[in-house]
C-alpha cells in the first residue's frame, strides 16, 4: 500500500507541474491577444510567404483553360498531375519535413534532422511512383492493399509483424461496440502504428544490419498496436455512450488505478450490460500493459506513466464539461486541451524507450495545441451536433453573454506566431511549413462546408483585424503548393474503408442471393427417384449430403464469373452450378471415408458412412458424379461446341482431382516438401477452383490469354485457401468449422503447418494471396467480388 500512495503522490505531483505549466503558456498567449502583437508579426509572415504560394497571372487567359489541376482527393491521379509538373519533390519534402516538425518533434533547422528529411523523401520516392506510366491503372485502394502491406514487410523482414497485427486489428474491430465508429478506430489505429514506426526508424542509426533494423521495426509494430489500443479501448469507448454512468464509473475506476499505481487490477465482478466485450478489453489492455512494460527502462517507464496520467486525467476533464453549463472559464477550457495534446506525442517516445530530450519535450507541449485547435475547428459541426464541448463550441454558443471567453479562431492564430517565432526561432522552413499547413487546413474546411458557409464562420470568428482577414482569406481562395501527402494518405485510407466497407456488403449480398438460388436447385427431385423398389436411397443420401451448412463457394464462383462478369443468363447455366457442387460434395464424400481422411462430420452434421455404412457411401459419390455430367450435358442456349469443350475440360478436371487426392493418400506418413505440398494441393483444391472460373469463360468464349490468367489466379488462391485450413485444422473452433479439428495429425498428414510450422505456412498463405492478388489485375475487369474472396479466404474461421 505504501508503494500504491507514493506512485499516486508522484503522478499527482506530476500532473500539478504540468498544469503549471500549462496555465503559464495560456498566459503568455493572452497576452499577445490581448495587445495583438501576434497580429502584426503573423501578417509580415504571410505577407512573405505569399509571393512563393500566389500564382502569377497570365496576360493570355485562354493558355490556361483545361489545364486545371485535379483536386488533391483525386487519388492517384493528383499524385500523377504532381509528377507531371515538377512538382512531386517540392510535395514530398514539405510532407516529410511536416511530419519531422509535427510527429518527431524536430528542429528543421538541425543539420542531421535535414539529413534524415533528405533520406525519407529518397525512400518514399522510392516506395510510392506516381508516374504517368506506372500509376496508369493502379488505383490509391491497391497501394493502401493488405497485399501492397504484406509486400513492404517483405522487403524489411517484418511479414510475422505485420501478419499478427492485421489478425488483430480485425479482432479489435469485431469488439468495437455499435455506438462507436469502426473505420475511424480503425483508422487511428493505424495511424498511431505509424507514428510509432516512425519514432523508432528516426532513432535509428545508418549503419544498422537488416537483421537488427527488422527486429526493430517488427517490435515497433507491436508496439504501435498496444499504445494505440488505448484510443478506442480507454478514449474513444468512454466518449461513446456505449457504457452507462455506473459502467463508465467502474471503467474509469480501473483506467485510473492502474495510471497511478502501474498494475492492472483484476477486472473482478463487471456489473453492466457490456460483460463480454468488457473482459476481451481488459484482457487485451492487459497484454498490452505488459508488453510495453517489458520493452521499456525504468525511466522510460516512469515517463510512460506520468504523461498517461495527464493524457487521460486532462481528457476525463474535458470530458466532464457540458455544453448547457454558461460559467467555464478559459483555463477550464484550455488548460485540458493543452495537456492532452502535449501529452499523447510525449507518451510516445516513452512507450519506445527513447532518451529524455528536453528541447524535444518543449516543442511538443507547445506544438500540441495548434494540432488540437486545427482539429477543433475542422470537426466544430459534428461537435455542435454532438453537443460536445470544445472552445469552438463553447464560443459559439456563449459569445454574445461571455465577452470574457477567448476567440479560439484568434488564439490558433497566435499560437501559430508563438510557434514560429519563440519556439522554432523564426527559422524559415518551420514558418513555410507551418503557414502552409494552417493554409491547407482552412482550403479543405471550405471545400468541405461550401464558401458561404465558410465566410459565415470567418465573420462568426473574427481576428479583429482587417487587412490580416482579408489576407488570410485572399490565401485560402488562391494559395497553391499547400497540400500535404500525410492529408492525402488519410483520405484515401478513409475512402478505400468506406468503398470496402460497402463493396464488402455487396459481397456479402451477393453471396447470401447467389447461395440461396443455388440452394433452390440442389435438391434431387422425387421425380428422378428409380422405379426400383430401393432406388430412393440413394437419392436421399445425396440429398443428406448436399444438405448442410455447405458454403457452396464452387458454384457460386462461378455464378459471378458466368453472370456479373460474362452477363450470361443464370437459368440457362443452372445445370452448370448443379454439376460443381454434385462433384464437390461426391469429393467430400470420399473424402471423409474410413479409408482415405475417417472424419465423423461434415458441414455440422455426421458424415455420411457414419449415417449408413461406407458401400452406401460410396455408391452416393458416384451416383452424384454422374448427375454432374449429366447436368452439364443439359446446358442449353450454348454454342454445342462451347458445351462439349466444357464436358470435356470438367471431365479432365475431375479426373486430375482424383489423382490429387490419391497422391495425397499416398503422402501419409511421408515427410513432404514444399514443392510436393504445392503439387498436391493444385491437384486437390485449385483445379477445382480453377474448373469454377474457367467454366463460365469457355460458355461465354473468352480468349485463350484471360483464361490463361483466370488459371494462374486459381492455382494461387487453391494453394492459400488449403494453408488456411491446415492453420484451421490446428487452431479453429470445431463448432466454426463444422468438422473437428487436429485430423491431420491423427491422420499422419503433410500439411503446410506440419511441415512449414504456423508462423511460416502464415506466410506462404500470404505470398500466394499476394500472387493471387497481383494476377487478378492482369484481367480486363477484374472482378471486385474475386478480391473480397481472397480477403475472405484469408481472414475466415470455417
Request: aromatic share 10%.
Amino acid at each position: 500500500m505504501t508503494i500504491i500512495k507514493e506512485n499516486k503522490e508522484k503522478v499527482d505531483r506530476c500532473y500539478q507541474r504540468a498544469e503549471g505549466k500549462a496555465a503559464h503558456y495560456l498566459s503568455v498567449l493572452q497576452e499577445q491577444i490581448g495587445s495583438k502583437s501576434y497580429a502584426s508579426t503573423l501578417l509580415d509572415d504571410l505577407i512573405k510567404w505569399k509571393s512563393r504560394h500566389l500564382p502569377t497571372r497570365t496576360l493570355v487567359p485562354f493558355l490556361r483553360r483545361g489545364v486545371k489541376p485535379p483536386d488533391s482527393s483525386d487519388g492517384m491521379r493528383y499524385l500523377a498531375w504532381l509528377a507531371r509538373v515538377g512538382k512531386w519533390d517540392d510535395y514530398l519534402e514539405r510532407s516529410v519535413s511536416y511530419m519531422y516538425l509535427r510527429d518527431l518533434g524536430q528542429d528543421l533547422s538541425d543539420a542531421r534532422t535535414r539529413t534524415k528529411i533528405q533520406r525519407s523523401v529518397i525512400e518514399m520516392k522510392r516506395q510510392v511512383d506516381p508516374s504517368a506510366e506506372t500509376s496508369n491503372g493502379t488505383t490509391a485502394g491497391e497501394m493502401l492493399s493488405p497485399a501492397s502491406l504484406y509486400r513492404w514487410a517483405q522487403r524489411e523482414g517484418v511479414e510475422e509483424a505485420v501478419i499478427w497485427v492485421m489478425g488483430r486489428l480485425k479482432g479489435a474491430r469485431t469488439h468495437l461496440p455499435p455506438e462507436m465508429d469502426a473505420e475511424e478506430a480503425e483508422r487511428k489505429l493505424i495511424k498511431i502504428i505509424f507514428g510509432v514506426v516512425m519514432h523508432v526508424m528516426d532513432e535509428m542509426e545508418g549503419g544498422m544490419g537488416s537483421a537488427e533494423r527488422s527486429r526493430r521495426l517488427g517490435e515497433a509494430i507491436k508496439l504501435g498496436y498496444y499504445y494505440g489500443l488505448t484510443y478506442p479501448y480507454i478514449d474513444d469507448l468512454l466518449d461513446s455512450g456505449a457504457l452507462n454512468a455506473e459502467e463508465q464509473e467502474q471503467y474509469t475506476r480501473m483506467i485510473r488505478l492502474t495510471i497511478r499505481t502501474g498494475i492492472v487490477p483484476e477486472l473482478g465482478e463487471w456489473t453492466g450490460r457490456h460483460q463480454e466485450m468488457v473482459r476481451f478489453i481488459h484482457a487485451e489492455l492487459r497484454e498490452a500493459y505488459e508488453f510495453i512494460r517489458n520493452y521499456q527502462n525504468q525511466d522510460t517507464q516512469d515517463v510512460f506513466f506520468e504523461q498517461s496520467y495527464i493524457f487521460f486525467e486532462s481528457q476525463d476533464a474535458d470530458r466532464c464539461k457540458t455544453l448547457s453549463y454558461a460559467h467555464y472559464s478559459n483555463e477550464e477550457l484550455y488548460l485540458p486541451i493543452i495537456l492532452k495534446s502535449a501529452s499523447s506525442r510525449l507518451i510516445v517516445r516513452s512507450v519506445i524507450s527513447a532518451p529524455r530530450d528536453e528541447d524535444f519535450d518543449q516543442r511538443v507541449f507547445y506544438y500540441g495545441l495548434y494540432n488540437q485547435l486545427a482539429d477543433d475547428f475542422a470537426d466544430m459541426a459534428a461537435d455542435l451536433e454532438a453537443e460536445a464541448v470544445t472552445p469552438y463550441t463553447y464560443y459559439l454558443k456563449y459569445r454574445h453573454k461571455r465577452p470574457d471567453l477567448l476567440n479560439p479562431f484568434e488564439l490558433y492564430w497566435a499560437v501559430i506566431s508563438h510557434l514560429i517565432h519563440y519556439v522554432y526561432r523564426s527559422e524559415p522552413q518551420t514558418r513555410e511549413i507551418i503557414l502552409a499547413r494552417a493554409i491547407n487546413g482552412l482550403k479543405r474546411y471550405q471545400r468541405r462546408v461550401g464558401a458561404e458557409r465558410f465566410h459565415e464562420d470567418m465573420a462568426i470568428f473574427s481576428l479583429g483585424n482587417p487587412e490580416l482577414e482579408a489576407l488570410i482569406q485572399l490565401l485560402v481562395r488562391r494559395a497553391v503548393d499547400v497540400d500535404f501527402y500525410d492529408k492525402w494518405l488519410r483520405d484515401q485510407l478513409l475512402a478505400t474503408m468506406r468503398e470496402s466497407r460497402q463493396e464488402k456488403e455487396q459481397f456479402v449480398q451477393l453471396i447470401q442471393n447467389a447461395r440461396s438460388h443455388i440452394n433452390g436447385l440442389l435438391p434431387i427431385s422425387d421425380a428422378e427417384a428409380s422405379s426400383i423398389a430401393d432406388g430412393r436411397l440413394l437419392m436421399d443420401t445425396a440429398n443428406y449430403s448436399l444438405q448442410g451448412s455447405g458454403k457452396r463457394l464452387r458454384p457460386i464462383l462461378a455464378w459471378v464469373m458466368g453472370v456479373e462478369v460474362y452477363g450470361l443468363d443464370p437459368l440457362a447455366l443452372s445445370p452448370l452450378f448443379r454439376a460443381l457442387e454434385y462433384m464437390h460434395t461426391a469429393s467430400l464424400i470420399f473424402d471423409d471415408l474410413p479409408s482415405q481422411d475417417n472424419s465423423a462430420s461434415r458441414r455440422g452434421r455426421p458424415t455420411l458412412h457414419q449415417v449408413h455404412n461406407s458401400a452406401v457411401a460410396e455408391l452416393t459419390g458416384i451416383f452424384l458424379i454422374q448427375k454432374a455430367v449429366e447436368e452439364q450435358a443439359s446446358l442449353k442456349g450454348f454454342d454445342p461446341e462451347s458445351v462439349l469443350a466444357l464436358l470435356q475440360y470438367l471431365s479432365r478436371k475431375a479426373g486430375e482431382i482424383c489423382m490429387g487426392q490419391a497422391m495425397d493418400l499416398n503422402a501419409k506418413g511421408k515427410w513432404l516438401t514444399v514443392e510436393e505440398l504445392d503439387r498436391i494441393c493444385f491437384y486437390k483444391t485449385g483445379i477445382a477452383f480453377e474448373a469454377c472460373l474457367v467454366a463460365p469463360a469457355i460458355l461465354a468464349r473468352v480468349p485463350e490469354d484471360e483464361m490463361a490468367v483466370l488459371r494462374k489466379v486459381a492455382y494461387h488462391t487453391g494453394i492459400a485457401f488449403q494453408i488456411k485450413d491446415d492453420l484451421l485444422d490446428g487452431e479453429g473452433d470445431p463448432h466454426l468449422l463444422g468438422k473437428p479439428t487436429g485430423k491431420d495429425i491423427e491422420n499422419d498428414s503433410s500439411t503446410y503447418v506440419t511441415v512449414l510450422g504456423p508462423d511460416a505456412a502464415s506466410k506462404a498463405m500470404w505470398e500466394h494471396y499476394c500472387l493471387a492478388m497481383e494476377a487478378l489485375m492482369e484481367l480486363p475487369r477484374p472482378p471486385v467480388f474475386l478480391k473480397h474472396l481472397l480477403n475472405y479466404i484469408i481472414n475466415r474461421e470455417n
